[in-house]
């Protein structure tokens, strides 16, 4: 599996992302996908995560009703869109792969066995 992230740049706050991440092979639709990101000096922190059927979605507190994740199974791709930035928004975003997670939710680093190269988002204010 490869991932392909993109989509991240530099904008001011209150301004709008949409990060998409491309997957190699048929995997993808048997997995549970999540967004990551790290900022210099912290540990990579999980973003939202989306079941591979998109029945559920989850958020970490500080972007909910900000930032929605949803993926096209027929595209192979799964997106982060991302409104309201805010400079504590700034960070490499990470698309991760959990393939054969089931129909649950997969929201810890450790869950994910692949991982896309990284998109950096920076926020100015």
Not at 35 to 44: D, K, S, V
Not at 64 to 87: C, E, H, W
Request: glycine residues 10%.
């Amino acid at each position: 599996v490869q991932l392909q992230a993109s989509g991240g740049g530099l904008v001011q706050a209150g301004a709008s992302l949409r990060l998409s991440c491309a997957a190699s092979g048929r995997a993808f639709r048997t997995s549970a996908m999540g967004w990551f990101r790290q900022a210099p000096g912290t540990e990579r922190e999980i973003v939202a995560a989306i079941t591979r059927s998109s029945i559920s979605t989850y958020y970490t507190d500080s972007v909910k009703g900000r930032f929605t994740i949803f993926r096209d199974n027929a595209r192979n791709t799964v997106y982060l869109q991302m409104n309201s930035l805010k400079p504590e928004d700034t960070g490499v975003y990470y698309c991760a792969s959990a393939p054969n997670s089931g129909s649950g939710l997969r929201i810890h680093v450790n869950d994910y066995d692949y991982w896309g190269q990284g998109t950096q988002v920076t926020v100015s204010s």
